[in-house]
């Protein structure tokens, strides 16, 4: 198909790799927990979208750039672990803004695009991403393929696609444990500094990280 091999391998490979925790499950979560399910699968939609990015420009070569040039490579890496310090440092500091502890708020559509465009560049700003399917994808792709980067485009479509179902099950399922066990706006709050503070970790984790 598409000039790729061993197909199930990969969709296999990719669910338990999009399953793995990180900063976008736990953006999903954090807005999931808070604000409702739709929050969640805004910053999904958003994490999809600067998915679509990176396999893109994977293909067309782009991302090679940030593979063999140690300056871009650190370019993006300091303003994607500048943008997760900053989302980490709001979550820490938030604060509920109703006095009822167990109302939740209702978000507006401007909070929605907010939450989609976080998603986004969580995402995309990540360089790691980027050399993640520049390492991964080529493997399924048969060599003797006279198309490689429609191959390439193929798989990694299937690959969002597949990390779409889990972010969108991951928004669902959080909503649904956060009003079943009646989560107040005060213990979602917690849950946020909660995430907030590994988001800064992941943030100077990204910072500290070398390009290899």
């Known amino acids: 198909m598409f000039g790729t091999h061993d197909?199930?391998?990969f969709i296999t490979s990719g669910l338990l790799l999009n399953m793995a925790?990180?900063?976008?499950?736990?953006?999903?979560?954090?807005?999931?927990?808070?604000?409702?399910w739709r929050a969640g699968s805004a910053a999904a939609l958003g994490i999809g979208t600067g998915t679509l990015i990176h396999i893109f420009a994977a293909a067309l070569g782009l991302s090679a750039v940030l593979a063999t040039s140690s300056a871009a490579f650190s370019a993006v890496k300091y303003i994607g672990a500048g943008y997760l310090l900053y989302i980490g440092i709001?979550?820490?500091?938030?604060?509920?803004?109703?006095?009822?502890?167990?109302?939740?708020?209702q978000p507006t559509s401007a909070s929605y695009s907010n939450t989609y465009i976080?998603?986004?560049?969580?995402?995309?700003?990540n360089p790691k991403i980027a050399i993640f399917f520049l390492a991964f994808v080529p493997q399924f792709i048969d060599p003797n393929?006279?198309?490689k980067a429609l191959s390439f485009i193929a798989l990694g479509l299937i690959f969002n696609l597949n990390g779409m179902l889990w972010c969108h099950f991951l928004a669902i399922s959080t909503a649904f444990a956060s009003q079943r066990f009646k989560t107040s706006q005060k213990l979602a709050?917690?849950?946020?500094?909660?995430?907030?503070?590994?988001?800064?970790?992941?943030?100077?984790?990204?910072?500290?990280?070398?390009?290899?």
């Open 21 to 36: 925790p990180g900063p976008d499950s736990l953006l999903i979560m954090s807005r999931s927990a808070s604000q409702g």
């Open 145 to 147: 393929t006279p198309n």
């Open 90 to 105: 709001r979550l820490i500091l938030s604060k509920s803004s109703t006095t009822d502890s167990d109302q939740i708020i």
């Open 118 to 125: 976080q998603g986004f560049l969580t995402n995309v700003l």
């Open 7 to 9: 197909l199930l391998l």
């Open 189 to 212: 709050n917690r849950f946020n500094r909660l995430t907030g503070i590994f988001f800064v970790s992941l943030g100077v984790k990204l910072a500290l990280s070398k390009h290899n």
